[in-house]
T-cell receptor
Framework: DGGITQSPKYLFRKEGQNVTLSCEQN?????MYWYRQDPGQGLRLIYY???????QKGDIAEGYSVSREKKESFPLTVTSAQKNPTAFYLC??????????FGQGTRLTVV | AQSVTQLDSQVPVFEEAPVELRCNYS??????LFWYVQYPNQGLQLLLK??????LVKGINGFEAEFNKSQTSFHLRKPSVHISDTAEYFC???????????FGAGTQVVVTP
């Protein structure tokens, strides 16, 4: 079945650690996105990538980094510079001009 | 750049009653419009989309939406809701050039018997 797989489903981070969230898609979509979701704030765009080896900052990119070395993969690293990383993270992919398809999300908690 | 405003943060509704969720957008270019639903601790699922053509769009689970270009709106409606429609609903917009998908803040629908 085609789709988007995010892992892990739950992730715990200690203060000062970097962590990487995985996102893989087998839909052959060119575009991929990372969103952060906090209660009452909807989805805020962190980074997006339209093609391999290219990506753009979204509205809240500070403290995050991404790579797009393969069409299927768009991992997100939450760095120690992100001071409030506890949130629900959603990965999506799309073709232009169609809709985005979402993974099931990763819930990141700082402990 | 685009932006999306969902006018209601929460909408309580009785089972079998109609519901309307309001969405307004701003954009300097033509847009594509979407409504998504999210159940707790899950990803987003597409309800319906407007890309072109008829301004009345029908989606899954009995939902429909109407694109109104002059009022820059894309309101979502369902004539009779079920308990299972309790969820958060998001309106989203994308400009016609390649780029980011912008979401509204969401509307929480709570259906009670």
């Amino acid at each position: 079945d085609g789709g988007i797989t995010q892992s892990p489903k739950y992730l715990f981070r200690k203060e000062g650690q970097n962590v990487t969230l995985s996102c893989e898609q087998n839909l052959n979509h060119d575009a991929m996105y990372w969103y952060r979701q906090d209660p009452g704030q909807g989805l805020r765009l962190i980074y997006y990538s339209q093609i391999v080896n290219d990506f753009q900052k979204g509205d809240i990119a500070e403290g995050y980094s991404v790579s797009r070395e393969k069409k299927e993969s768009f991992p997100l690293t939450v760095t120690s510079a992100q001071k409030n990383p506890t949130a629900f993270y959603l990965c999506a992919s799309s073709i232009d001009p169609g809709e985005a398809f979402f993974g099931q999300g990763t819930r990141l908690t700082v402990v | 750049a685009q932006s999306v405003t969902q006018l209601d943060s929460q909408v309580p509704v009785f089972e079998e009653a109609p519901v309307e969720l309001r969405c307004n957008y701003s954009s300097s270019v033509s847009v594509y419009l979407f409504w998504y639903v999210q159940y707790p601790n899950q990803g987003l699922q597409l309800l319906l989309k407007y890309l072109s053509g008829s301004t009345l769009v029908k989606g899954i689970n009995g939902f429909e939406a109407e694109f109104n270009k002059s009022q820059t709106s894309f309101h979502l409606r369902k004539p009779s809701v079920h308990i299972s429609d309790t969820a958060e609903y998001f309106c989203a917009v994308r400009g016609d050039s390649w780029g980011k998908l912008q979401f509204g803040a969401g509307t929480q629908v709570v259906v009670t018997p």
